[in-house]
């Protein structure tokens, strides 16, 4: 089976602050790892893929992410916020073979002006 | 944002309504999906489709009736629908190209349902 956490319904930070959203996953096997974002009223956009290589994948709009494989995680990170980031952000994870993607719940942004 | 198109946006229907949502896609992919959205939970898989035949059905209640005719059009059939199943319904698309789930699968704006 495969899961996703992502333990916080919200995160609030201040604009021009970093910005964290964590990310947590389990599967049996090598993970393929996916950052989607969804702003109000529209669909889910990816926003980056981890699938191999370089464990620091670069994204749209300035976010990034780290895999790692020793604490199962995949944190999504942006150096400075931007009010136009606050958005529903999930994290999702899918292995070889199968065609099923398992998304967390998502965590809701809010970046203070 | 227009490659995954969903209609109708916004639906209202009575338990003993009977209608129908529809997704397009217009990227080539060869593979679609459905999925319901409920607030603070995980994005919950109803179908897979891929080469216009359904590879996974999660046990979703029969209430709930896909129909895919070719590979650029999804359909969801609705019927005696209980208020629970009030969410956002969510369409995407993929290309398999069975190179074993690296493919990004790309979302619809959603079709927000309330049953009453």
């Known amino acids: 089976a495969q899961s996703v956490a992502q333990p916080e319904d919200q995160v609030n930070v201040a604009e021009g602050n970093p910005l964290t959203v964590k990310c947590t996953y389990s599967v049996s096997g090598n993970p393929y790892l996916f950052w989607y974002v969804q702003y109000p009223n529209r669909g889910l956009q990816v926003l980056l893929k981890y699938i191999t290589g370089d464990n620091l994948v670069k994204g749209s709009y300035g976010f990034e992410a780290e895999f790692n494989k020793s604490q199962t995680s995949f944190h999504l990170k942006k150096p400075s916020a931007l009010v136009s980031d606050s958005a529903l952000y999930f994290c999702a994870v899918r292995t070889y073979g199968n065609n099923r993607l398992a998304f967390g719940k998502g965590n809701q942004v809010v970046v203070i002006p | 944002e227009t490659g995954v198109t969903q209609t109708p946006r916004h639906l209202v229907m009575g338990m003993t309504n009977k209608k129908s949502l529809k997704c397009e896609q217009h990227l080539g992919h060869n593979a679609m999906y459905w999925y319901k959205q409920s607030a603070k939970k995980p994005l919950e898989l109803m179908f897979v489709?891929?080469?216009?035949?359904?590879?996974e059905n999660n046990s979703v209640p029969s209430r709930f009736s896909p129909e895919c005719p070719n590979s650029s059009h999804l359909f969801l059939h609705l019927h005696t629908l209980q208020p629970e199943d009030s969410a956002l319904y969510l369409c995407?698309?993929?290309?398999?190209?069975?190179?074993?789930?690296?493919?990004?699968?790309?979302f619809g704006p959603g079709t927000r349902l309330l049953v009453l």
């Open positions: 489709y891929s080469l216009e035949e359904r590879v």
């Open positions: 995407a698309s993929s290309q398999d190209r069975g190179q074993g789930g690296q493919e990004t699968q790309y």
